[in-house]
């Protein structure tokens, strides 16, 4: 039975008013977590600087402040600018199956943008100003683009700046990618001079374009710090936190009071002494420094702690990777009865990936430079998000792509059916 699906945006409609009504019923009354500094960023924008005057706060890129930054000028209220959240979620999830259709069957390509649209872990950000979905939706769209153009050996100038563009705002939106796209364009360059191959320079070209987008955030940054390709100064305290040598700590991510993890549960003592016991004395000394002296200090110490316990390093890598498919382990931690909710989720795009990294390794010489080259991308991506503190929700920015390799997998490369 093939399920063909005539028109997508009426199809995954159903999950548009799924997602506001999420939104409406579960978003909070305040803002909380990175909600206060993405709107002060978007408000900043409307009169005309970034960076807050009085110290230098480049915490994160400039892509969702950005595309609020409009809509608060309009006077939408807190609730319509989360709002947002979901129609850039529902569109993601759009463009994923009109990618996927380019590589499997109508049935599979349904069956695995149904996943992406009911993989409820990734509800909760959509109910804050966090730029999980502005980022999933591009990824989605880069996805789509990408199959739908580079298979075409007349690809135009145009469809070049257009991809280049959905990629270099998504550096804009999650900085990490800046520094995955720097090295994608050069792991790039080597496959195009090796195998001669032109879809490997053509993503050479897109990545140089979307480089170029930045040029002008990159230019700003420079003027107030000296350094060039600076994307955050937030990036010294994810390593230093990922290079925590304390056994019993695993290298996830705090704040500066230790209380990142404190308040989502009121039956949960607060851990910040515990974390304060090894790293206060830290905190006192770099935070005589402020902007990018800070951030270099916190990487000085990151470095020296990894240099000092590299087994210990490695073990919170390792750790990362739990947090970055499970959301565990925690420092100092009680598990939480929410916690069971990512097991079974989460447990299948474990597997996924897994079978993913294993069919691929049997199959290597199956792949088309074009799944290579988004392969490639997907793993710059993951080992840059495991070397530093990881969270859950990076995963989400890239699991359309783990699907849509493990889509192509199952279509292409082995013989695995899918049936209802």
């Not at 382990?329 to 069971?340: I, V």
């Amino acid at each position: 039975m093939q399920l063909k699906v005539k028109n997508s945006w009426i199809f995954f409609a159903p999950f548009l008013v799924l997602y506001t009504c999420i939104i409406y019923i579960f978003q909070g009354a305040a803002l909380t977590g990175d909600e206060p500094r993405y709107l002060q960023f978007a408000q900043n924008l409307l009169h005309g600087f970034y960076s807050p005057k009085e110290e230098l706060n480049l915490w994160n890129g400039p892509g969702y402040p950005l595309l609020i930054a409009p809509f608060i000028k309009l006077g939408l209220n807190i609730t319509g600018l989360r709002l947002l959240n979901g129609v850039l979620q529902y569109a993601s999830v759009v463009f994923l199956y009109q990618c996927l259709v380019y590589w499997v069957s109508a049935k599979k390509a349904l069956v695995l943008s149904l996943f992406w649209a009911c993989y409820y872990i990734a509800f909760k950000e959509m109910t804050y100003l966090y730029s999980e979905c502005f980022a999933n939706f591009l990824v989605c769209l880069f996805l789509y683009y990408s199959s739908k153009n580079l298979v075409d050996p007349k690809v135009t100038l145009k469809q070049f700046i257009l991809l280049g563009i959905i990629l270099g705002v998504l550096i804009l939106t999650k900085v990490v990618f800046g520094y995955v796209i720097i090295a994608f364009a050069i792991l790039l360059f080597i496959f195009y001079a090796v195998k001669k191959e032109s879809t490997y320079l053509r993503f050479f070209y897109i990545a140089v374009v979307a480089l170029l987008i930045n040029i002008p955030y990159l230019f700003y940054t420079y003027q107030l710090t000296g350094k060039a390709f600076y994307w955050s100064n937030a990036g010294g305290m994810s390593l230093y936190w990922a290079s925590t040598p304390i056994e019993g700590e695993y290298g996830d991510w705090n704040d500066a009071e230790f209380k990142a993890y404190c308040g989502y549960d009121s039956l949960v003592p607060c851990n910040s002494a515990l974390f304060a016991k090894g790293h206060q004395q830290d905190y006192n000394e770099i935070y005589k420094y402020t902007g990018v002296a800070r951030d270099e200090a916190f990487k000085q110490k990151a470095i020296k702690n990894i240099r000092q316990y590299p087994a210990k390093y490695f073990k919170n890598t390792i750790a990362n990777i739990g947090r970055f498919f499970f959301g565990i382990p925690g420092s100092y931690q009680y598990m939480r009865y929410q916690n069971l909710w990512r097991i079974l989720p989460n447990a299948i795009v474990f597997c996924i990936f897994l079978f993913s990294v294993v069919m691929s390794l049997l199959n290597i010489k199956k792949h088309p430079p074009l799944i290579i080259a988004l392969l490639s991308l997907l793993f710059l991506y993951f080992g840059a998000s495991i070397v530093v503190s990881a969270l859950q929700r990076q995963l989400y920015v890239v699991l359309p792509l783990i699907l849509v390799w493990f889509g192509w997998l199952t279509q292409k490369a082995v013989a695995v059916k899918l049936r209802f």
